[in-house]
């Protein structure tokens, strides 16, 4: 069964640093997100991604924060100079066009901003 | 704005034993989806089951099923026949379609006892 992934599943940083999380979505999948969720807390609603561009994105997705689709698999989030608040589990997930709005999220890559 | 509300912070059952989870929201739409997702200690997000608001009929996934009640706006999950695996958090999860983020209540954690 065709699965969302992530890598890295780890990652530490120091307090600055730019980081970029990578995700591989479903293959035939055309909508594209990330969350995060902050440890003890809900799963909070990042960005979402169509035709190459952000179709939504909520008060947490700053200037810090950016998406990209490098080609035609991968789907990135960066985090340009990361602050200890954004120590969290960041899950990217997809979506088709016939899957009555049901997304499917990767394992999750657990970032801690040192 | 749409909310999703779990009020059981933490349940526990008996393993073959039946739960109940609770979840309401608030909303104004009448086209929308409902999800319950579990989220295990890997904290991976896994899919249990959907519903469409459309549709009178409660889902039903294998042991896993939903009470729902459109005018109540109440989407409760029933876990049958309970297994040390069902162990997780379990976050109920609303949707609008065209509107991409998904709204996540704040989860329960089930415990199974053997």
């Known amino acids: 069964e065709p699965e969302v992934t992530q890598t890295p599943s780890h990652q530490v940083t120091q307090m600055g640093q730019e980081v970029i999380l990578r995700c591989v979505p479903i293959s035939n999948h055309l909508y594209f997100y990330w969350y995060r969720q902050i440890l003890g807390q809900k799963v909070e609603f990042l960005v979402s991604?169509?035709?190459?561009?952000?179709?939504?994105k909520s008060e947490i997705f700053d200037d810090q924060f950016s998406v990209e689709r490098p080609d035609g698999s991968n789907f990135t989030l960066k985090i340009r100079s990361t602050k200890l608040e954004d120590s969290a589990m960041y899950f990217c997930?997809?979506?088709?066009?016939?899957?009555?709005?049901?997304?499917?999220f990767g394992p999750g890559t657990r970032l801690l901003v040192l | 704005a749409q909310t999703v509300t779990q009020s059981q912070p933490e349940m526990s059952v008996q393993e073959a034993e039946t739960v109940t989870l609770s979840c309401t929201y608030d909303t104004s739409e009448s086209d929308y989806y409902l999800f319950w997702y579990k989220q295990p200690p890997s904290r991976q997000m896994i899919l249990v089951i959907r519903?469409?608001?459309?549709?009178?009929q409660n889902a039903t996934e294998n042991r896993f099923s939903v009470n729902f009640q459109k005018a109540a706006k109440s989407f409760s999950l029933k876990i049958s026949d309970s297994q040390l695996g069902d162990a997780a958090m379990y976050f109920c999860a609303y949707v609008r379609p065209g509107i991409e983020k998904l709204v996540f209540g704040k989860g329960t954690k089930l415990t199974v006892n053997p």
């Open positions: 997930a997809s979506r088709g066009q016939v899957d009555q709005e049901t997304q499917y």
């Open positions: 519903q469409e608001a459309y549709k009178q």
């Open positions: 991604f169509y035709n190459n561009e952000i179709s939504e």
